[in-house]
């Protein structure tokens, strides 16, 4: 059987926080991620466009995208730059604890909108 490897951070307030802290700055610290010489710019949602990252980000952020459910890969919250950063400098989140919860919620809402009368 497969054993995924014990995480070195888990993804939960404090790993924001603590992101947030040593980057004051996320121009600075996302200058790099950019497929172009400019810096990434957020919507006024607070979205990114994952289009604008270079390879390594990219894939990244499209799977974080699939990971959340989010039905349109084509932007990223802004919430995601301290996963997006762990996951290409190969940091060991709690993948598997994500997966679950997120995994955990689709069921719930899924149970939630069907009815017993219903057929599927």
């Known amino acids: 059987m497969y054993h995924l490897p014990e995480p070195q951070v888990t993804y939960n307030k404090q790993f924001m926080e603590k992101f947030g802290k ?19 710019k957020k919507d006024k949602h607070g979205m990114y466009s ?3 990252l270079s ?8 799977m974080l ?20 950063d762990a996951a290409t ?17 689709a069921i719930w809402n899924y149970r939630s909108k069907r009815t017993t009368t219903q057929r599927i």
Request: hydrophobic share 35%; glycine share 2%; aromatic share 10%.
């Open 22 to 40: 040593e980057n004051e700055d996320l121009a600075e610290c996302t200058k790099e991620w950019s497929a172009r010489e400019e810096p990434l």
């Open 55 to 62: 390879s390594s980000y990219c894939f990244a952020a499209t």
């Open 65 to 84: 995208c699939r990971l959340f459910g989010k039905p349109d890969v084509n932007k990223f919250s802004s919430e995601w730059l301290p996963l997006l």
């Open 89 to 105: 400098n190969a940091t060991i989140v709690d993948w598997a604890k994500i997966l679950s919860d997120n995994l955990a919620t």
């Open 50 to 52: 994952t289009s604008s």
